[in-house]
C-alpha cells in the first residue's frame, strides 16, 4: 500500500522517500514514518509530511495500543498525524481512533481509492 500512496503524492508533484530514517526524540520517543513527503505548496515554501499506511485493524495490522502509540508520537514530533488507508472506511475508523487519543494537533487523512479520483492531497482535515 505504501507503494501506490507513494506513487499518488508522486503524481502531484511531491518528492518520496519510502522508509525513511526513524525520528528519534532523545529519551522521549521514537517514529518510524511510512514515507516522507516534500511537497511546495507555494513559492518559496516547501512543507515534509511524515505519512502513516495504515491497512486498519486485523490479522495483519498492528495491534490497536501499537497504532495509539504511533499517533501519539506522531502527534508529538510534528504536531499532526499524517495517514494513508486503502479505502474510505478504514480511513474513518482510523481518524475516530486517533482523535481519542490525540490531545492536540491535527490529522490530515485520505484513501488510496480517494486519492485515485481527486486531486486534493487529503479527504479530510480534524482539529483535534
Not at 59 to 67: D, F, K, V
Not at 68 to 73: A, E, G, L, Y
Amino acid at each position: 500500500m505504501c507503494v501506490g500512496a507513494a506513487d499518488q503524492f508522486r503524481q502531484r508533484g511531491a518528492t518520496v522517500v519510502c522508509m525513511p530514517e526513524p525520528i528519534r526524540l532523545e529519551g522521549v520517543c521514537s517514529f518510524q514514518p511510512d514515507l516522507s513527503v516534500t511537497i511546495q505548496l507555494a513559492k518559496g515554501v516547501k512543507e515534509v509530511w511524515l505519512v502513516e499506511c495504515e491497512r486498519g485493524a486485523g490479522p495483519a495490522g498492528i495491534s490497536s495500543a501499537q497504532r495509539r502509540n504511533k499517533w501519539q508520537n506522531s502527534l508529538l514530533i510534528q504536531g499532526a498525524v499524517y495517514l494513508v488507508t486503502p479505502e474510505s472506511k478504514t480511513r474513518a475508523e482510523l481518524v475516530r481512533e486517533i482523535m481519542q487519543v490525540a490531545r492536540h494537533g491535527r490529522v490530515y487523512a485520505t484513501d488510496v481509492a480517494t486519492m485515485q479520483k481527486s486531486e486534493e492531497f487529503w479527504a479530510e482535515v480534524r482539529e483535534v
